[in-house]
């Protein structure tokens, strides 16, 4: 299964809303019969840049 994911310093509320909207897609697999299925695998990730350890943090956000 596809995973996909947008990386960004901050995602304001709107943007977070829209994914879980957007984010969404339905599609069938099989035949006879086939079946109906929903991929949902949009993460949004949130990124910091820590001046202790001189590495960039990586946080999901939910």
């Known amino acids: 299964m596809i995973r996909a994911f947008s990386v960004a310093n901050e995602f304001n ?3 977070r809303n829209y994914a ?3 984010g969404v897609r ?3 697999k099989g035949f006879r019969p086939v ?3 929903q991929w949902n695998s949009l ?3 949130k990124y910091t840049y820590n001046t202790e350890t001189n590495k960039i943090d990586f946080d999901l956000i939910e």
């Open 26 to 28: 339905k599609y069938t």
């Open 20 to 22: 879980k909207m957007v």
């Open 43 to 45: 993460s949004l990730i």
């Open 13 to 15: 509320e709107e943007v």
């Open 35 to 37: 079946e109906s299925t």
